[in-house]
C-alpha cells in the first residue's frame, strides 16, 4: 500500500503509548518512516507547577517509552529546549514532510501547538494535530446555544449522549531514523537539577499502567460506588498518573469499564461502571472550564467571590504542608502525598477544606503545593479540585457549607485504619483521638507519641471563615 508520506515526525507528549494512540496510530498509517521525538523541557532548579516526584515518574514513563519503541524498530529520539524551535531543527534535519502530534488540553501546551501551526505553514511542512487525551473536546460540549457549560450536571448529561471514540490497535512497527541523527540520554532528575525526595513511585510505564487497569477493572471498578470515598486500601483506580501521562488512554479505560457494565447482570457494578464513566466526565469538565475560562488559573471562577482576604500565613501554610496540623485525618493524607506523590480524593477535599476553611490560607497556596508534590498533577483538575473546596469555583460546595475533618473522619475512616498507616506516632493511640476533637479547653493536650495538638478548633475556625465570606459579601452589597 502506499504512503501519503515518506517522512514524519511523531512528538510524544503527554501521550506516552504505542497502543491506542491516535497521532501516532495516523503518522504510522499516513508515512513509510517516522521520527518519534520527545522535547524535554529546559528549566533547572524548581518549578511552580512540577516537581522531582512527577519528573521521575515523566522520567521513567519515557525510560519504558524508549525501549517500546526499540521493541517495534524505532528510536525515540529526546531533544531538550524550546518545542518549536527544537522540531522545527528535526524537521531541518529529517527531511520530515509533516510532523503528527496529539492535543494538550493545557492553555500553555496550546499555545506552542499555535506556535508550530504557524511555523509549519511558513515552512511547508504539515502540522496535524489529534484529541486523544479526551473522549470528547472542549468544542465537542456545549450548551443549545452554543455555549460552555458553567455547571457539570448538564454538561455530564450531554456528555454520556455523545459516541464515544473507538479504540485503536497499537502501533507494531516503526522504522528507525538515520542513526546519525543525534539524541540525548533519557532524562532523570539530574535533567532538571532535582534531586530525589523519596518518595515511592508506582512503576512507571505502558506496561505497567495496563496491569493496574486490568487490577482496576477486576478487583475495584465493578465495587467503585460502595467504596470511592473509603482512603484506606484498593477503593480507587488509581488510575490518575497514567492518564496525565498517557501511558493509559482514556478511550481505552472508558470502553473497557462500559464492557464490565455490559457484561454483567449485577445492579450495583452498572452502577459503580456509571459512576466511574461519570469521573472520567469530571475530568474533561474541568479541562473544558479551563479553556473557556482560562482565568481560573489566576482568579476565582466565581466573580463575585474575587478579592476575599485570604491569609499567606507561611508557619501556618508548613505546618499543613508537613502533615503537622494535629488534624489526624489532614495529617495522614499530607504525609501520604509527600510518601507516595498520591493523595485519595475524599483526603484531597478534606486537606484542601482545611486550609481553606479552617486556615483561611489562599486556596492558590495549596493549589500550587499540590501540582508540586502530586504525580498525577493536572492543572484543570487540580483548580477545579481547589476552587470547589474553597468554595469560588464552578459547582463549588457552596461556602456555608464546610466539611468538618472529625466528622469526615468518622464517615471514611472510622476504624482509623488510614489514619494509623500514615501517621506512625497515631498507631497506638486511642481511637477517640483520631475520631473526636480533645475536650474543649484542653485545646494543648496532644494525642501523645510526639503528635501535635490540633492547632485550631474547628468550631471556632469555621464560624470565622463564614464570617469572612459574609462580610465579602455585604462589601459587594449583596
Ligand atoms: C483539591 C483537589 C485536587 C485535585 N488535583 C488533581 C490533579 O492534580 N490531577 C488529577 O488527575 N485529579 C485531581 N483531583 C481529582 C481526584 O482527586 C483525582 O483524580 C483522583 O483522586 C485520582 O485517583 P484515582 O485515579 O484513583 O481516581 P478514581 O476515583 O479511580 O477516578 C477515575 C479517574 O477519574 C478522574 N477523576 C476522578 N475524580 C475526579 C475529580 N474530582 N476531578 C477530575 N477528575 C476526576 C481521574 O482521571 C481519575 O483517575 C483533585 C481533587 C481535589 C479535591
Redesign the pocket.
Known amino acids: 500500500m502506499s504512503k501519503q508520506y515518506t517522512r514524519v515526525i511523531h512528538w510524544f507528549r503527554r501521550d506516552l503509548r504505542l497502543t491506542d494512540n491516535s497521532a501516532l496510530h495516523a503518522a504510522a498509517q499516513a508515512a513509510a518512516g517516522v521520527v518519534t521525538v520527545y522535547v524535554v523541557s529546559d528549566w533547572k532548579g524548581s518549578h511552580a507547577w512540577t516537581g522531582a516526584p512527577r519528573q521521575a515518574f515523566l522520567s521513567g514513563c519515557l525510560a519504558a517509552l524508549e525501549k517500546n519503541v526499540a521493541a517495534i524498530g524505532g528510536r525515540l529520539i529526546f531533544r531538550q529546549g524550546e518545542a518549536v524551535a527544537e522540531l522545527e531543527r528535526l524537521i531541518a534535519e529529517t527531511g520530515a514532510e509533516a510532523i503528527f502530534y496529539n492535543r494538550d488540553p493545557d492553555i500553555y501546551g496550546r499555545q506552542v501547538e499555535q506556535a508550530l501551526a504557524r511555523r509549519g505553514r511558513e515552512l511547508g511542512v504539515a502540522i496535524l494535530g489529534f484529541k486523544d487525551v479526551v473522549l470528547h473536546q472542549s468544542d465537542e460540549v456545549l450548551t443549545g446555544t452554543g455555549k460552555p457549560y458553567r455547571v457539570f450536571t448538564p454538561y455530564r448529561k450531554n456528555w454520556d449522549l455523545l459516541p464515544k471514540p473507538e479504540v485503536l490497535p497499537a502501533v507494531k512497527q516503526l522504522t528507525p531514523p538515520a542513526a546519525a541523527l543525534a539524541s540525548l540520554p533519557c532524562p532523570d532528575l539530574s535533567t532538571w537539577g532535582l534531586l530525589d525526595a523519596g518518595t515511592v513511585l508506582p512503576e512507571p510505564g505502558e506496561r505497567a499502567a495496563r496491569v493496574r487497569l486490568k487490577e482496576?477493572l477486576a478487583r475495584?471498578i465493578p465495587y467503585?460506588s460502595a467504596r470511592?470515598n473509603i482512603p484506606m486500601g484498593a477503593t480507587?483506580?488509581?488510575?490518575?498518573p497514567d492518564?496525565?501521562m498517557g501511558t493509559l488512554s482514556v478511550r481505552e479505560l472508558y470502553h473497557r469499564v462500559a464492557n464490565v457494565a455490559a457484561e454483567t447482570e449485577d445492579a450495583g457494578v452498572r452502577k459503580s461502571c456509571q459512576t466511574?464513566h461519570s469521573?472520567?466526565a469530571?475530568?474533561e469538565f474541568?479541562m473544558q472550564l479551563l479553556q473557556h475560562f482560562p482565568v481560573v488559573l489566576d482568579q476565582e471562577f466565581e466573580a463575585s467571590w474575587r478579592g476575599l482576604p485570604w491569609s499567606h500565613d507561611q508557619a501556618l501554610f508548613q505546618r499543613w504542608k508537613d502533615g503537622l496540623t494535629g488534624f489526624p485525618i489532614v495529617d495522614a493524607g499530607m504525609r501520604e502525598l509527600r510518601a507516595t506523590g498520591?493523595?485519595?480524593?475524599r483526603v484531597?477535599?478534606i486537606t484542601?477544606m482545611f486550609l481553606t476553611k479552617d486556615l483561611r490560607l489562599d486556596w492558590r497556596l495549596?493549589e500550587q503545593y499540590?501540582?508540586q508534590a502530586?504525580i498525577?498533577?493536572?492543572i484543570a483538575?487540580?483548580n477545579?479540585?481547589?476552587q470547589?473546596?474553597a468554595g469560588t469555583g464552578a459547582d463549588a460546595a457552596p461556602y456555608f457549607r464546610i466539611q468538618n475533618p472529625w466528622t469526615q473522619t468518622k464517615s471514611y475512616d472510622p476504624k482509623g485504619e488510614y489514619i494509623r498507616h500514615w501517621v506512625p506516632e497515631l498507631k497506638h493511640a486511642p481511637l477517640e483521638h483520631l475520631l473526636e476533637p480533645p475536650e474543649e479547653g484542653s485545646l494543648f493536650r496532644s494525642p501523645g507519641g510526639g503528635y501535635p495538638a490540633p492547632m485550631v478548633v474547628h468550631r471556632r475556625e469555621r464560624d470565622r471563615t463564614l464570617d469572612m465570606f459574609k462580610k465579602h459579601r455585604e462589601l459587594q452589597g449583596r
Open positions: 482496576a475495584v467503585y470511592r480507587t483506580s488509581r488510575l490518575s492518564l496525565r466511574y469521573e472520567l469530571w475530568r474541568y498520591q493523595m485519595h480524593n484531597r477535599m484542601a495549596g499540590f501540582m502530586l498525577d498533577g493536572e483538575s487540580n477545579g479540585g481547589w470547589w473546596s
